[in-house]
Nanobody, 123 residues
């Protein structure tokens, strides 16, 4: 069993900052890419940013220069530092990790998701 537990959401004024954390635990053999997605009511979940095991990143254009992803492989944790937040960043943020739970399936990682954390940016 694998769990992703997120923390760090909340309410902030425009221009402010928040830091999200996501820790993976359980029967983990290896973790490949990790990332953050967000979703607003009536819209599809969208990629905010992803990071590979080697540190390569892929940011959505809307957050480039404002958000920074990082990961601590020793702690199986990924972070999202969000600066200069805008009202349009308001959403539920979800952590994602591609995880293998055994040597037998190391090359077939599965997607795991956190429970979501709400970020609200007031104008």
């Amino acid at each position: 069993q694998v769990q992703l537990v997120e923390s760090g959401g909340g309410l902030v004024q425009a221009g402010g900052s928040l830091r999200l954390s996501c820790a993976a635990s359980g029967s983990i053999f290896s973790i490949n890419a990790m990332g953050w997605y967000r979703q607003t009511p009536g819209k599809q979940r969208e990629l905010v940013v992803a990071i590979s095991t080697s540190g390569n990143t892929n940011y959505a254009d809307s957050v480039k220069g404002r958000f920074t992803i990082s990961r601590d492989n020793a702690k199986n944790t990924v972070y999202l530092q969000m600066n200069n937040l805008k009202p349009e960043d308001t959403a539920d943020y979800y952590c994602n990790a591609k995880i293998s739970t055994s040597l037998r399936t190391w090359n077939r990682p599965q997607d795991y998701w956190g429970q979501g954390t709400q970020v609200t940016v007031s104008s």
